[in-house]
């Protein structure tokens, strides 16, 4: 049994309320923030885990994302949206081929962003290239998702957290 619920406190710690805003999922994960502040629940389920936006408000019903439709072992979420013209999104895989997913939507549309999450857009996959030494090297997107899977099992298979940090 899994799901996402919201605890609400006062200001001296004590619980007010409990609501259930997600419901009928199994093995949530960590998941991630969205930078409009809604709450990206990733299940880790062999082959049908899915990827859900739900709203701390309560507002909006929680709802199925366009990243990680095709199911997966789904880990965390993270964002780029620096440049607001061109915002990405990164899902990462728990599993030996899980590779690191970027989506970019067709349209930005800061003005209701919840469906950018919902909407088209070019999901790539990592493909990483060490240098000799394996100490670095380069990396490149790619449309190939068997590529990049094969390239993921022989480089970053398991992946689990990822994060924002300041304009890195």
Same mark, same amino acid.
């Given at each position: ?46 082959? *049908? ?9 309560? !507002? ?8 990680? *439709? ?14 607001? !013209? ?7 895989? $728990? ?15 800061? $003005? +209701? ?48 957290? *990822? +994060?924002?940090?300041? +304009?890195?």
């Amino acid at each position: 049994m899994g799901g996402v619920g919201r605890l609400k406190f006062d200001n001296k710690g004590n619980l007010l309320d409990y609501t259930m805003l997600l419901n009928g999922t199994s093995m949530n994960c960590g998941g991630g923030r969205t930078p409009w502040d809604t709450w990206v629940s990733c299940e880790e389920v062999l082959d *049908i885990g899915q990827v859900y936006q739900v709203d701390p408000s309560g !507002s909006r019903p929680a709802q199925l994302m366009t990243m990680g *439709i095709e199911g997966g072992m789904w880990e965390s979420f993270a964002y780029d949206a620096r440049d607001t !013209s061109t915002p990405r999104f990164f899902l990462t895989e $728990d599993h030996e081929r899980g590779c690191l997913r970027r989506f970019t939507p067709d349209v930005p549309n800061w $003005d +209701d962003p919840w469906q950018m999450l919902h909407s088209s857009g070019k999901t790539e996959y990592l493909v990483l290239s060490p240098n000799e030494t394996n100490n670095g090297g380069t990396y490149e997107w790619t449309d190939n998702l068997q590529r990049a899977q094969e390239n993921a099992n022989m480089y970053y298979s398991f992946s689990e957290g *990822i +994060d924002v940090h300041g +304009d890195q």
